[in-house]
């Protein structure tokens, strides 16, 4: 008996000491505040992390660059460049630039019809929520290349 209360009280507080989704307290706020009747909200489900890294936005744009200077009569700019990337491919290689997570939860409209929706966030490497929105198509495309160019270094 005293090995089963053990064991319970054991997986209690493996379960009061689970750390909490810092990704869904980020994005709870902002689906509250975007929604018909945010007393209603319940939380359905958070995605699993969608990572950008700089490599893949790299490599893309280093295609990009590639099939301008094929074009370009004075190759010299786009070869400056092609330096740039590769020193930036060495020095950041395959690290997390960002990550996107989708908040899914449940709310009641007006009339009293339960309705799902969604809030996607996009984070920093080090979970700082950067952008939320209801709308994937107003984040960038290429998030990792959006921020070396917001940082100056593309």
């Excluded at 975007?34 to 007393?39: A, T, Y």
């Excluded at 009339?111 to 198509?137: C, H, M, N, W, Y």
Aim: glycine fraction near 4%; include cysteine.
């Amino acid at each position: 008996m005293k090995r089963i209360l053990l064991f319970l009280s054991a997986i209690v507080l493996l379960a009061a000491c689970t750390p909490k989704d810092t990704d869904r307290a980020a994005l709870e706020p902002y689906a509250k505040a975007h929604m018909e009747n945010p007393d209603t909200y319940e939380f359905a489900n958070m995605s699993m992390p969608r990572e950008y890294t700089y490599m893949q936005d790299l490599i893309v744009y280093t295609n990009g660059i590639k099939s301008l200077r094929e074009k370009a009569a004075d190759k010299a700019p786009y070869d400056a460049e092609l330096e740039k990337i590769d020193d930036l491919l060495f020095d950041l290689g395959n690290e997390v630039a960002c990550y996107d997570r989708t908040l899914y939860f449940w709310f009641r409209s007006e009339t009293g019809g339960k309705f799902q929706d969604f809030v996607i966030g996009r984070f920093s490497a080090d979970g700082r929520l950067l952008e939320a929105t209801k709308d994937p198509d107003s984040l960038p495309t290429y998030p990792a290349l959006q921020m070396l160019k917001d940082q100056g270094r593309l």
